[in-house]
């Protein structure tokens, strides 16, 4: 399950996504965590040390790498660079598991708190005038259009802030996705911004109240996002300490708000996962892209690289080349490229 926690800045969803991981971890589930916000912080509220993030190695030093071993044998794919960032598998597409070794997680992806980490990468003075970070969020977007994860597996994406996701189609790659909204007006603003966007995409939104602290609080939130709202957080003594570096055991948050994290794993354990409509979008958002700047860049018609007979789903399986064992790069990969 592909689970997005999206909401205003600074109103939590960082440490809402870190302490869902944590959950899932905690009762050995399948996770693998990916901070995908321009401020790089789910690493520090997994438990690392303040300098981890900048110690990993980013999604996007690899794109090329990336892209060549996720290209696999598909014939409608002539060259890795021929691949966007909204590239679709097809048939001869490497697709990952969750849970599996391959070489894009050997390099990548990192533990931290217990928790598979991989991030997009911070951006840096190189950037300023002359990148947007949602080329950054390029990788994370190929990774999970390739990404066929199962029930009881999930992959917990930390979200840039606020509505700036729907300048992709990354929006559309979640089976559920989370907008943390505290009982401010500029928060629930965020919520009505996403949740019209969203609606006509069919995205399964669940809000989850945030900094609670008395009854007029979820009457607020009820007032303004009615029947969306899951459930709530109250204003935490553990989570004030992990703001300020102590991440503690995770026994130690407080019952109600270990309770909340039960109610939205319960609640994404609870969602179905739509294969027909992922694979709808993912064609969709790949024409859009190819009519809009990618053919033009790529100097070919990339909408010829939809496999019109693929769909992404369980049924899938039997459709891409087997990862190396051992985490070993494919042979037409040169291996230098996966060096930490």
Not at 139 to 165: F, I, K, Q, R
């Amino acid at each position: 399950m592909k689970v997005a926690f999206v909401g205003k800045g600074g109103s939590g969803k960082t440490t809402l996504a870190a302490l869902y991981a944590r959950h899932l971890e905690a009762e050995g589930r399948p996770v693998l965590a990916i901070d995908a916000d321009i401020n790089q912080h789910l690493a520090v509220a997994l438990g690392g040390p303040a300098h981890v993030a900048t110690a990993m190695t980013p999604l996007g030093e690899h794109l090329g790498a990336i892209k060549e071993y996720l290209r696999g044998d598909n014939p409608r794919i002539r060259s890795a660079a021929e691949m966007v960032k909204t590239t679709p598998p097809g048939s001869g597409s490497r697709l990952l598991r969750v849970g599996e070794d391959n070489p894009i997680y050997a390099v990548c992806v990192r533990a931290v708190g217990g928790v598979r980490l991989a991030v997009t990468g911070e951006f840096t003075a190189e950037d300023l005038g002359v990148a947007c970070y949602h080329s950054k969020v390029g990788a994370v977007e190929l990774l999970l259009n390739h990404m066929l994860d199962g029930p009881g597996e999930y992959v917990v994406v930390d979200m840039t802030a606020g509505a700036d996701s729907f300048a992709s189609g990354l929006f559309t790659r979640f089976d559920r996705t989370f907008l943390v909204c505290e009982p401010t007006v500029r928060s629930v603003g965020v919520y009505r911004q996403y949740a019209g966007y969203a609606r006509d995409y069919g995205v399964a939104l669940s809000v989850i109240g945030n900094k609670v602290e008395d009854a007029a609080d979820v009457e607020f939130l009820r007032e303004h996002v009615g029947a969306d709202l899951l459930t709530w957080v109250s204003r935490s003594a553990y989570v004030r300490r992990a703001e300020r570096g102590t991440v503690g055991p995770l026994d130690e948050l407080e019952a109600a708000n270990r309770a909340v994290l039960g109610r939205v794993a319960d609640t994404v354990d609870g969602t179905a996962q739509d294969w027909a409509a992922f694979t709808r979008w993912a064609h969709e958002f790949h024409r859009r892209n190819a009519v809009a700047w990618a053919n033009e860049r790529a100097g070919v018609d990339l909408t010829t690289q939809i496999d019109p007979e693929f769909r992404m789903g369980p049924q899938a399986l039997g459709a891409p080349i087997p990862a190396p064992s051992g985490g070993t790069p494919p042979a037409r990969v040169d291996a230098t490229s996966w060096l930490p």
